[in-house]
């Protein structure tokens, strides 16, 4: 079967390829005088970070970073054009580890910032053309992990990112031009676990993991954007957030899992996502596993768990100008998501689970507001033959009260226009 899926993703990729040029060629050419970047980066051995911070005493705040990447290059110019190409692969592991520990930490927070990448590109420029051509391969492992052991604290917050391939643009006063090509074959894994006696403020917990992300951002911009997005059979991306505390107040913890990601948002300018006759291509062979956990002996203040998995995710948001959508999605790993909570609030508080796995999801948004008639316009294939599940549990062991929802969905297609012409 897996051999079969292979087949299937390569052959619809060689097509997808086939039809990229003519997006990635057309229009303008960069001015004479533009800022050339051309990058080449290979990264054949393990990479690894690692953050211990441990606090022997009461501390008014506390602080642990690691950030891990196989490959990272970046071209900005304040102004005009920037011609920027990268080619990167990345063949060892990558992997990002904090640990906090001891305290109490009152006074202020206790946050971790952990992230781990194969690859990342990004370019930026005001007053010119953006021409933003990446292709990336992620061959290892990419992992992100954070563990907070804490004897109390008043905030904390924890980011635990893992993703193999991230590519971003963005352009003010100018043009978007960017087109990328993504292969990630390896895991990519983003785990969080915060065990502590108590908090007397707010707890916000996030782990993210990804195949393949990009992002594009423009304003008073006129922004193209096309890509191929792939992902290997044999791989698993997924994201764990887990918190278990005895008294907490306003608890949050999220757990979010992509095979690949699309993201344009742009503001008074024209905005498409593909084009058409070169539409983007999104090809998911992962397996998405998005776990969240809470477990709070008391709580008080709105706490909760979210889970959220997706196979392909192409999305685009327009304001005050045209905006247009072509994307083929094609979803061919196992997509599931678990989000539970579990609790007492003897004050009465609101606990809540939201649990939500989709094959493929593609959403075109334009507001028209203060401009004149806006034209929201495209066409989405989508194509899902994997199984998708989305598992919640809200248990409320006393007092307070708990809400919960769990959805699945294969396919996901949405194109909105909102707004009044003034």
Request: hydrophobic share 30%; proline share 1%.
């Amino acid at each position: 079967m897996r051999d079969t899926t292979k087949t299937l993703l390569a052959t619809t990729l060689l097509s997808a390829i086939c039809a990229v040029p003519a997006f990635a060629q057309e229009g303008t050419t960069p001015s004479d005088d533009a800022a050339v970047v051309v990058i080449d980066q290979v990264s054949l051995g393990d990479v690894f970070a690692d953050m211990f911070v441990v606090l022997d005493d009461v501390t008014p705040g506390a602080s642990a970073v690691a950030t891990a990447t196989g490959n990272t290059s970046t071209a900005a110019t304040e102004t005009g054009d920037v011609d920027y190409n990268a080619t990167q692969s990345q063949q060892g592991d990558v992997s990002a580890t904090t640990t906090l520990l001891g305290g109490p930490v009152y006074g202020g927070t206790a946050s971790t910032y952990t992230t781990s990448y194969g690859n990342a590109a990004s370019s930026s420029t005001t007053n010119g053309t953006d021409f933003h051509y990446v292709t990336q391969e992620s061959y290892g492992d990419v992992s992100a992990s954070s563990d907070i052991y804490l004897d109390g604290a008043d905030d904390v917050t924890a980011t635990t990112t893992a993703a193999a391939n991230v590519s971003s643009y963005e352009t003010e006063y100018g043009t978007n031009r960017g087109f990328q090509e993504q292969r990630a074959y390896g895991d990519v894994t983003a785990t969080t676990v915060a065990d502590m006696c108590c908090n007397n403020d707010t707890v916000t917990i996030a782990s993210v993991a990804s195949g393949n992300t990009v992002s594009s951002y423009g304003w008073t911009t006129t922004s193209y954007n096309g890509a191929v997005q792939v992902t290997d059979t044999d791989s698993t991306i997924s994201s764990d957030t887990d918190i278990r505390m005895q008294t907490g107040t306003s608890i949050n913890g999220s757990a979010t899992a992509s095979g690949n990601s699309i993201t344009v948002e742009n503001e008074w300018g024209y905005a498409t996502l593909g084009r058409d006759g070169s539409e983007v291509f999104q090809g998911n062979g992962a397996e998405i596993e998005a776990v969240s956990t809470v477990s709070i002996d008391d709580w008080s203040g709105t706490s909760g768990s979210t889970a959220y998995g997706v196979g392909n995710s192409a999305l685009i948001s327009n304001i005050g100008s045209d905006t247009a959508m072509y994307a083929n999605q094609e979803n061919y790993g196992d997509v599931s998501s678990y989000a539970s909570f579990d609790g007492a609030s003897y004050d009465g508080s609101f606990g809540y689970v939201s649990s939500t796995a989709i094959g493929n999801a593609a959403t075109a948004t334009m507001c028209y507001s203060c401009s004149n008639d806006g034209v929201l316009s495209g066409r989405t294939n989508q194509t899902n033959s994997a199984n998708v599940s989305a598992y919640g549990v809200a248990r409320s062991n006393g007092g307070g009260f708990v809400q919960g929802a769990a959805t699945a969905v294969g396919n996901s297609a949405t194109y909105q226009s909102f707004g009044t012409n003034e």
